[in-house]
């Protein structure tokens, strides 16, 4: 089972940019594909992003498309999520975990908090 730990959220404001990243333990990482999900305060969790075990497709929920960029090493058993023109509605704890498309598809991690302010 692949153990997920996602860092790199911090506060920054409106127009700033983040680099989260996912650490991955496990040898059966690049099999698998890879996905980015998001939860607001008092939201459902959400999807956000998704790669390819290859890193050869990617998806994108349509409120991050073009601002947002997810890709993968998987030498390094990691995964990124490159976040640019942030806005205060990108503000939730970030989590990353396998997935099937755009499911969930395995144990959460303990999730990193984004917090844009306007």
């Known amino acids: 089972q692949v153990q997920l730990v996602e860092s790199g959220g911090g506060l920054v404001q409106a127009g700033g940019s983040l680099r989260l990243s996912c650490a991955a333990s496990g040898r059966t990482f690049s099999s698998y594909s890879m996905g980015w999900f998001r939860q607001a305060p008092g939201k459902e969790r959400e999807f956000v992003a998704a790669?390819?075990?290859?890193?050869?497709?990617?998806y994108y929920v349509d409120s991050v498309k073009g601002r947002f960029t997810i890709s993968r090493d998987n030498a390094k058993n990691t995964v990124y999520l490159q976040m640019n023109s942030l806005k205060p509605e990108d503000t939730a704890v970030y989590y990353c975990?396998?997935?099937?498309?755009?499911?969930?598809?395995?144990?959460w991690g303990q999730g990193t908090q984004v917090t844009v302010s306007s």
């Open positions: 790669i390819s075990w290859s890193g050869g497709s990617t």
């Open positions: 975990n396998v997935v099937i498309g755009d499911k969930p598809f395995g144990s």
